[in-house]
């Protein structure tokens, strides 16, 4: 009982941890006078993409790795059906050109990248199906590409005021907030890896299942706070781009941590997964194109969380 507990205190400390944490760097690089766009291009897409990152990390260290893939690999796939379409129903959510024409394919690449690089021994008969350690190389390359990608954004864009929305903090207090939440941080990843383990065990399903569901959700809170936030206040290029760019985050970026600590062993059943992470960027990209040009409206949002139970609904009958 204590440890289911803590499992769902872990996503309190992992959430908030994640916050402070942001709320703490953003501060420091406000004060260094660092541009306001670049900070939200990686404090802020760093922080919510945290608790993924933190989680991948014990799981892969405790050998959980049906885990660590199933939280990465869920949440691409919560991201875009479940938070794009409360987002899109909360109010249609017209995305820019750049959106849809580079980084929607980009993390389109990124999931087809990962089932080549996963599926060794199909392709050319390798001794190891899964993520290696130069697997791990190569998609942090690829993150090093994306990372030059959006900066590049912040040298030809014009720079917003959005500076308000960053806490004016001195520089102790930002270090406080730094630490309390890399502590928080720490903490919740270890609490909802051992409770994840251990409901997989007493409920008798695969550690797969539950990484894909329970703590994929878990872990994407931040993007659909975010998300829906951006989408009630109108500002929907946010709300696109939230999701979109922390879906490459946590295949170039987490994946490839998270394999270096360990190589990752693929079951044959997780290529359901990410032919469904791969329909779900297809998916996103076409309804760009249907309807109103670059807006993803209402009823096309509804359509997408529907897609989403019926996947979950095939996962607790399969797994």
């Known amino acids: 009982m204590e440890t289911y507990f803590l499992f769902i205190i872990g996503f309190v400390f992992l959430i908030q941890g994640a916050s402070l944490l942001v709320d703490g760097a953003a501060a420091i690089a406000k004060r260094l006078h660092i541009s306001s766009l670049v900070i939200g291009l990686t404090i802020v897409a760093f922080g919510t993409s945290a608790p993924e990152l933190i989680v991948n990390i014990f799981a892969s260290l405790n050998g959980s790795t049906d885990i660590a893939i199933g939280n990465i690999l869920g949440s691409n796939i919560v991201n875009v059906f479940?938070?794009?379409?409360?987002a899109s129903v909360i109010y249609p959510?017209?995305?820019?050109?750049?959106?849809?024409?580079?980084?929607?394919?980009?993390?389109?690449?990124?999931?087809?990248?990962?089932?080549?690089?996963?599926?060794?021994?199909?392709?050319?008969?390798?001794?190891?199906?899964?993520?290696?350690?130069?697997d791990g190389l190569v998609l942090l390359a690829f993150f090093i590409i994306f990372l030059y990608y959006t900066f590049g954004i912040a040298r030809s864009s014009d720079e917003t005021d959005a500076g308000d929305e960053i806490k004016d903090l001195t520089y102790a207090r930002s270090w406080a907030y730094i630490v309390l939440g890399f502590a928080g941080l720490?903490?919740?990843?270890?609490w909802i890896v051992d409770g994840a383990v251990q409901i997989a065990t007493a409920l008798q399903v695969s550690q797969?299942?539950?990484?894909?569901?329970?703590?994929?959700?878990?872990?994407?809170?931040?993007?659909l706070a975010t998300s829906a936030i951006a989408a009630y206040k109108k500002q929907s290029d946010i709300a696109i781009g939230n999701v979109v760019g922390s879906n490459i985050f946590n295949i170039f970026f987490i994946l490839g941590i998270s394999s270096?600590?360990?190589?990752?062993?693929?079951?044959?059943?997780?290529?359901?997964?990410?032919?469904?992470?791969?329909?779900?960027?297809?998916?996103?990209?076409v309804v760009m194109f249907v309807g109103k040009r670059h807006v993803l409206q209402k009823?096309?949002?509804?359509?997408?969380?529907l897609i989403y139970i019926a996947y979950i609904v095939f996962l607790v009958s399969t797994k």
């Open 186 to 190: 720490v903490v919740g990843g270890k």
């Open 93 to 134: 959510l017209r995305s820019q050109k750049n959106t849809v024409w580079k980084e929607i394919p980009l993390s389109l690449l990124a999931a087809v990248i990962l089932g080549v690089l996963v599926n060794d021994m199909r392709i050319d008969g390798g001794a190891f199906s899964g993520l290696t350690r130069i």
């Open 82 to 86: 479940l938070i794009l379409g409360i």
């Open 208 to 223: 797969s299942l539950i990484g894909l569901t329970v703590v994929a959700i878990g872990t994407s809170l931040p993007e």
């Open 260 to 285: 270096i600590i360990k190589p990752l062993p693929f079951s044959p059943s997780a290529d359901i997964d990410i032919l469904m992470t791969i329909a779900a960027s297809v998916l996103l990209f």
């Open 299 to 305: 009823w096309q949002g509804i359509v997408m969380i």
